[in-house]
């Protein structure tokens, strides 16, 4: 549980920086990190914090690929947490 933890902290901490990293490269119009790593960093676990790191800082929320696609992952990943665990305990019985 630890492992998973601090992984989590990781990959957020990864998807806060790329995220602010992009704004600042959109507001200078150089090189721009690639939509589909940062659809991958959320799908990897980033995805809270690059939610809420986008509506604080006011990067993407015109693109429904994010404002929708972002939360929708995380929907498919607690449901994913929740089978898991639910598997996980329901072999330990």
Not at 30 to 36: C, F, G, I, K, L
Request: aromatic residues 10%.
């Amino acid at each position: 549980m630890k492992l998973f933890l601090t992984y989590i902290l990781l990959i957020s901490a990864v998807s806060v920086l790329v995220t602010i990293w992009d704004k600042k490269a959109a507001r200078r119009h150089a090189m721009r990190v690639p939509e589909s790593v940062l659809l991958l960093l959320a799908a990897l676990g980033g995805s809270v914090s690059m939610y809420v790191t986008m509506l604080v800082i006011r990067h993407k929320t015109r693109h429904p690929k994010f404002m929708f696609g972002i939360p929708a992952i995380f929907v498919l990943q607690i449901s994913l947490l929740l089978f898991l665990t639910w598997r996980f305990e329901e072999g330990l019985l």
